[in-house]
């Protein structure tokens, strides 16, 4: 397969996302509201991209409480855009290796999911020159699916930060100095000795009972309390369990914010300086800024060339448009309760329990969504029957993508409309740029796969969360969903 940047693979779609009244979508006659209409030369990529952000959300993260701009760190409208080159900043993928990569972080997804604490076990000292450092078997996310990025500051006086940003994770790092070893990245690596209100959590601290519990990592050094998280590519991050004031906006900070000072990382993480998690233990940026801002925090995903914020705190005229499911209870991840899927308008033929017993997974780190086996059945069945009705050629399998389509020879092509549908009467209605993902226009493929086993419980990736305002409310457990929130 050619080879394509992560940019390239993942928003070949891009142009794709039409809004309603622009000159490009197609009412059909308005003959059918369950239905897309689109120019097929939109599928590709375009020739230059470049970044949009409205003023409307620009308003939003300059103005909003706690608000961060959230961008694509592929796109042109990232910090890294034009710096190394493709290759340097980790983006030349194949659309095969995204998915595979994908697949790693479900298949962690699905271990975690199911899977109650393990014994703490023994590595050696990562901070001895002469030691290898041992982790146990026990991998995190795939960092490589982490493509959205915020920019936070750390310290005191602030050093910034361009940071990946996971719902499914919950401890928050830097690349730090002493640096034993460390990866590329935009910028200087954080400095503890130039910050004064720097400190190391000791061995004794609740913090470091915490870390040991989320990395497995059960050691102490004579200077204080370890972390070490393997993720799911095989990336690596080691070092000191510490706290600093956290800066969110100008007047947005948290004293005293523990995070992991990483000085030994390896693998490849796009020129980020670290993570942000935003998962459900005491770790996460979430829990440990509760009181200020009660526990509620969104987030907008913008397309490629588009701007998005991550918000913390209520926001009302944000949340005035988002309409609430239950937030399931669970220990790691974001569950939430579907309950029915339809496809051009007309439900699938399944019950609510084939969507899973234990709910479905609301993930930012995966690409692509996972629906249980006869949920995806029915929906590739329903999928395949409006593709057929109108003779689009089937083409090639792109790996766990199963149903794709030669639509080279088309100007124009239909797609049926998929939502999601909600306990509570909850809908997300996707945008075509949320239902199909191509290597080129003779490989156009549904953009959902489903699970292996039928116990596993279904995700719903980035990919289908695009422009939607994704609103976090912990303390009444729900989450809200808002369309058309972001570039």
């Not at 910034?160 to 460390?182: H, K, M, R, Y």
């Not at 829990?287 to 987030?299: D, E, I, M």
Request: aromatic share 10%; net charge positive.
């Amino acid at each position: 397969m050619t080879k394509l940047s992560l940019f390239s693979t993942l928003n070949l779609f891009l142009a794709l996302f039409l809004c309603p009244g622009t000159s490009s979508f197609a009412s059909a006659k308005d003959a059918s509201h369950h239905y897309f209409q689109i120019l097929a030369a939109d599928i590709l990529p375009s020739a230059r991209s470049l970044c949009k952000a409205g003023e409307g959300l620009r308003s939003t993260y300059q103005q909003g409480r706690g608000a961060l701009k959230l961008v694509h760190r592929h796109g042109p409208c990232s910090p890294f855009s034009g710096i190394g080159g493709s290759a340097a900043n980790g983006s030349q993928l194949t659309l095969t290796e995204v998915l595979q990569q994908d697949q790693s972080r479900v298949q962690w997804i699905h271990s975690r999911a199911s899977s109650s604490p393990s014994d703490n076990k023994q590595v050696q000292d990562p901070f001895q020159a002469e030691a290898t450092t041992q982790l146990p078997a026990r991998p995190g996310a795939s960092l490589s699916t982490l493509n959205y990025v915020v920019t936070v500051g750390l310290g005191t006086p602030k050093q910034a930060f361009n940071l990946a940003f996971d719902t499914g994770s919950d401890l928050t790092w830097v690349q730090c100095e002493p640096c034993i070893s460390c990866y590329p990245q935009q910028g200087a690596r954080f400095n503890p000795a130039f910050s004064s209100t720097y400190q190391r959590v000791s061995c004794t601290a609740p913090e470091c009972a915490e870390a040991k519990l989320e990395s497995g990592l059960n050691q102490c050094s004579a200077s204080g309390c370890l972390y070490g998280i393997v993720y799911g590519d095989n990336s690596v991050t080691v070092g000191q369990l510490s706290r600093d004031k956290l800066t969110l906006t100008g007047s947005d900070v948290l004293p005293g914010f523990t995070f992991g000072c990483g000085q030994k990382n390896q693998g490849i993480f796009g020129m980020v300086g670290g993570l942000l998690g935003l998962g459900r233990t005491q770790l996460s940026v979430v829990s440990q800024a509760r009181n200020k801002y009660g526990g509620v925090f969104s987030y907008c995903l913008p397309t490629s060339n588009g701007v998005g914020h991550l918000t913390f705190g209520p926001d009302r005229s944000s949340f005035s448009s988002a309409r609430f499911t239950p937030l399931l209870p669970h220990s790691k991840f974001y569950f939430v309760p579907l309950a029915g899927m339809s496809v051009g308008g007309r439900l699938l033929p399944v019950s609510p329990s084939a969507f899973g017993s234990q709910g479905t997974v609301l993930d930012s780190g995966t690409v692509i969504t996972r629906l249980p086996p006869a949920a995806y059945s029915a929906l590739r069945s329903a999928f395949r029957d409006f593709m057929a009705q109108r003779k689009y050629p089937l083409a090639p399998a792109a790996t766990l993508l199963d149903t794709c389509y030669d639509l080279s020879s088309y100007t124009a092509i239909e797609i049926p409309k998929i939502a999601f549908h909600f306990q509570g009467g909850t809908d997300l209605v996707l945008n075509a740029a949320n239902i199909l993902l191509a290597s080129s226009l003779s490989q156009v493929c549904l953009a959902f796969a489903g699970n292996t086993k039928a116990a596993d419980p279904g995700i719903i990736g980035n990919w289908q969360q695009k422009t939607t305002l994704v609103v976090h409310d912990i303390p009444n457990s729900k989450i809200g969903f808002g369309q058309g929130a972001c570039s």
